[in-house]
């Protein structure tokens, strides 16, 4: 079992930067694969950003590919997500999400995730 929390949101101009962070309790954080996801106020959950287990495999949704970057330390048992060029859009509560099962895999699917952490807000205004 892993515990999730994310920090880093906030509030920002449009064309700003973020970066997010999600920090993993436990002893086994590098066997876990890893996802960015968010919800806008009447929305459904969407994928965002998937890496894997070893943080050779990387998946993004095509809205934000090119500004955002996932990435992960596994010796600090943290994930980040680097969010570049933001856009109103963007703004959302952002999940991080884990699961040992699919270590090798970037799911897009959060239904292949068991573990969430509460979320960060990060709201872009115009």
């Known amino acids: 079992q892993v515990q999730l929390v994310e920090s880093g949101g906030g509030l920002v101009q449009a064309g700003d930067s973020l970066r997010l962070s999600c920090a993993a309790s436990g002893r086994t954080f590098s066997r876990y694969a890893m996802g960015w996801f968010r919800q806008a106020p009447g929305k459904e959950r969407e994928f965002v950003a998937a890496?894997?287990?070893?943080?050779?495999?990387?998946n993004y949704a095509d809205s934000v590919k090119g500004r955002f970057t996932i990435s992960r330390d596994n010796a600090k048992n943290t994930v980040y997500l680097q969010m570049n060029s933001l856009k109103p859009e963007d703004t959302a509560v952002y999940y991080c999400?884990?699961?040992?099962?699919?270590?090798?895999?970037?799911?897009?699917?959060?239904?292949?995730?068991?573990?969430w952490g509460q979320g960060t807000q990060v709201t872009v205004s115009s």
């Open positions: 890496v894997s287990s070893s943080g050779g495999g990387t």
């Open positions: 999400a884990a699961d040992q099962r699919i270590w090798w895999r970037t799911s897009t699917d959060p239904y292949d995730y068991a573990y």
